[in-house]
């Protein structure tokens, strides 16, 4: 599978050059066209208000990261796009290609000859360059298709489409299996820098990343274009609720206690199976070190930000959340709203007698409350099937199940489909909490991050599991860094 990375709703390819060009042949041999488009802030800025552009960049088979913009942001995010892919640089690579595997190539776009002067250039560059055909882009939209059939029967195996956005992209898409070519690819302007009319930043400006400026110099017009970056940072590195957050392979959502009631809402009233699970940084070093939970934790429909190390790790790699999502106060938001909107609850976990506590207690708190059963969480292996079979006779809508990491989660994501149940979710220990069992923090400590200490001074024995906070701590420190580059079992990503 690609790996790609989203900036804004907009999907980049994170391979360098010589990986775009490796994956590139690869897609060759397949029978399906292959589509490359190219993302930068301008492009993105473009996609947030033309939904079909940002559809047609999603779609791609290759979306290379042609700007700095795109790099600064991953890197301040702790993405892992870490080098930028320019699209004159991959269709040179891709002519070298073409001369070497006999590939016939065709230029479409720009002016009256420069299509042309591209092509004789490419010839002269590469040896042995196959050229099936040129065509200029001034043509109206009623001899697109013409167009298309002309790459067609001239036998084009790739063919270079430079027609600025997103008219270039549209006949990417449109006509891609018109053309019958292996490989299509939008490059914008790259055909007149091939063609001489535009001469190419010095090499060390372009390694700078300051080729923009470059081409601001030569062509002043051009200032209106990179005034977008400016609005692309602010936008890009805002606080934007929908986003997802990778902290050590583990995706969090950035998401707010009513936006999370909101999506399970939208569950609850379309029936469709969602499972929400808590992050803290505790369950995320448990996930580094152990595949199974972390491919767990993966299925999870909706991630909350459960732990101020969680937040902290997001300021550290450039994310802003707009507030801590805590399980046992998600908890209570969706049993309210639950009372409200007379929906079906089910409390499954901790010992026997908890369950029916913090439904009695949650009944009385929350007047209307539909407790749909209860059950405790030391149930055998045999005795799963028939408690699966009870909490789907019992029709409940919430599930929450309350039996410790990775214990719930294993049992959510094993019965998920089975339970037919809208929206189940691991709450650890709330169940201790909500019953009385267990002390919460005062309003304070919670509220400045300092509800670990005082669960450690309540239970001295829990400072075995508070090692894992300066371990997380290291672990972000060192992959912001870039000295730390996978997970174990896995390849570096």
Known sequence: MPRKESILGVKADIYNLEETVSRAETLLQTKKPTLI?????EIIMEA????KLKKMLNS???AIPDGVGIVLVSWLKGGRIRRRVTGIDLMEKLLSVAALKGYKVFFLGGKQNVAEEAAASAQKKYKGLKVAGTHHGYFPPDEEMDVAKKIAAAGADMVFIGMGTDRQEKFMFRYAHITKA?????VGGSLDVLSGRKKRAPYWVQRSGLEWLYRVLQEPRRIKRIAVLPCFLKKALAFNEGEKFNCLSVEVDIITY???VAKAAEHIQEKKPLWIVAINPEKVVKAWENKELRQLLAQSGLAIPDGIGILLAGWIMGYRFAQRVTGVDLFLALVEEAAQKKWRVFFLGAAPGVAEEVASRLSRKYQGLQVAGTHHGYFSPEEEHSLVK?????KAQLLFVAMGSPKQEKFIASNLEKLHVPVCMGVGGSFDVISGKVKRAPSWMQKVGLEWSYRLWREPRRALRMLSLPRFVLLILLFRLGLLRSVKGEEKF
Do not use: F, Q, Y
């Open 60 to 62: 791609a088979d290759i």
């Open 37 to 41: 488009a190219s993302v930068n802030p």
């Open 48 to 51: 947030l208000s033309n939904s």
């Open 390 to 394: 009870k909490i789907t006779a019992s």
């Open 258 to 260: 009513k936006g999370a």
């Open 182 to 186: 292996r490989l299509l690819m939008v």
